[in-house]
């Protein structure tokens, strides 16, 4: 890299996943002898190691490799049968507008703080935590709640989207994400009374960075988070003016090639503390009935759909509930999911809590799955559900039953980014189908 910053103009993108190549090397795979000395001579390495469970020696290398071809061979015909009954599953491609994704396996948005200049610009490290997901996979990459102001950071190492000079440091990282088959997605955000929080790298993690480098905090009444700062109200024109900052934002997205946008109404951050009556006492027209209270979220949806092309879908997370008596609850977030279908919203990303502090959540696998499902059927609207969905079959247990059209894997794609790759294994999908890099098809679980 030398002393230049690496974008998009100097970063060479030959060798990501390119159809072709990915059927030679298939091809290569199956009979190619150059294929089988090249992995004899790994397979004794490996040996050597103590370790070549797949191959015991020169001829063993190639009867494991033809072992497995068979195998999936097998699992080819088992896959046929599944296709006719026509039942959507993990490997299944799905439309939005325009776009396609590969599959229902999605990354949900998940902060790394690590924008460690401050500076919003994504960094070497968000391209490999990025990328290498993209190779694990998943169908669609969120990227991390991005801010469309700097006040509206969770920390100050934040993700951004609020100036032009941002958008070549995100433009490789698309490019990376969208070279290796999965659809570049990205989460814009304004933390409100939740903002200029801590995060590892500056200390105070979860807390109110003290209040000399703290930016202002602005929420829609002066109620503040647990012990957080209290926030300002925030005047109208200072509404119309955050309307704008998303789409701004949105459209330094399009500019950066990303192909989706998610709204992120969710998690007590400004949106959701628009709609939940426990953080919304305005008595104008952002407060109020629910009408009032979703205003706000319309006006930055309306604002995001006149800037991005007709073709790019809309993604709204939200909180299902906030688990808190007199608040925010299932019944709201279904007309409001109803609302945002009608403003041109393609898919509601269905998460819970986060806006009111000091509440239980029966946490606990598939603990949101049924709010997903409740939504899709009762707004009629694409849902995503998240939240501890660890493994293929209860993954794809949820698509095939209709609570959801896509899983998002969180933590588990933390600590794997290959789970999509591991999935397809599990679930009997052949490597000729499931989302392989060509480079690592010789490695195929
Ligand atoms: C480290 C971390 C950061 C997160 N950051 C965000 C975020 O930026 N935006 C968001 O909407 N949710 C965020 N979340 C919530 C996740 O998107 C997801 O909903 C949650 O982790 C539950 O899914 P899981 O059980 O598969 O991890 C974050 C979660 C984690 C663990």
């Not at 603990?367 to 993954?395: H, M």
């Not at 894997?409 to 679930?427: E, M, Q, S, T, V």
Request: glycine share 12%; charged share 25%.
């Amino acid at each position: 890299m030398g002393g230049d910053t690496l974008t998009h103009n100097n970063f060479d993108f030959r060798g990501f996943d390119v159809p072709e190549l990915k059927a030679v090397t298939l091809a290569a795979s199956d009979s190619d002898d150059r294929g089988a000395d090249a992995l004899n001579g790994d397979a004794d390495k490996t040996k050597g190691k103590g370790s070549g469970k797949k191959s015991n020696g020169k001829a063993g290398g190639a009867a494991a490799r033809s072992g497995k071809t068979e195998k999936k061979g097998k699992n080819v015909a088992k896959e046929s049968d599944k296709g006719k009954k026509n039942k959507v599953g993990l490997f299944t491609p799905m439309g939005l507008r325009d776009v396609t994704v590969r599959n229902r396996i999605w990354l949900p948005p998940m902060c790394t703080y690590s924008a460690f200049a401050r500076d919003g610009k994504p960094t070497p490290f968000h391209y490999q935590h990025y990328v290498s997901r993209a190779f694990g996979g998943f169908g669609m990459i969120i990227a991390e709640a991005t801010a469309v102001a700097p006040e509206g950071r969770i920390s100050p190492c934040d993700l951004g989207l609020w100036e032009d000079a941002q958008i070549d440091a995100w433009r490789w990282i698309v490019d990376g994400i969208r070279n290796a088959g999965a659809v570049a997605a990205v989460q814009l955000n304004h933390a409100g009374r939740k903002a200029s929080t801590g995060c590892f790298p500056v200390g105070y993690e979860g807390r109110a960075c003290p209040r000399k480098r703290a930016l202002a905090y602005r929420a829609p009444s002066p109620i503040e988070f647990g012990n957080l700062n209290k926030p300002r109200e925030l005047s109208v024109d200072e509404i119309h003016g955050i309307v704008g900052a998303f789409a701004a934002a949105a459209g330094r997205a399009v500019a950066a090639g990303f192909q989706a946008i998610e709204i992120h109404a969710a998690h007590g951050y400004l949106i959701s503390e628009f709609l939940d009556p426990l953080c919304n006492e305005r008595t104008d027209e952002y407060g109020g009935g629910l009408e009032g209270r979703a205003r706000f979220l319309l006006e930055v949806v309306d604002a995001v759909r006149a800037t991005v092309p007709e073709s790019m879908p809309i993604l709204v997370r939200v909180s299902a509930t906030d688990w808190a008596a007199g608040g925010w609850d299932l019944d709201q977030t279904i007309v409001v999911s109803r609302m945002l279908k009608e403003h041109g919203v393609d898919l509601v990303d269905v998460s819970t809590g986060g806006i009111i502090p000091g509440v239980s959540i029966p946490v606990k696998d598939n603990y949101q799955v049924p709010f997903s499902e409740q939504v899709r059927a009762k707004a009629g609207v694409p849902t995503t559900a998240v939240g501890l969905i660890t493994k293929p079959k209860q993954a794809n247990k949820i698509l095939t039953r209709g609570q959801a059209d896509a899983v998002e894997i969180g933590r588990a794609a933390l600590r794997d980014p290959y789970w999509p790759l591991r999935a397809a294994n599990k679930l009997g999908v052949p490597v000729t189908e499931a989302p392989y890099q060509p480079q690592y098809i010789r490695g195929a679980f």
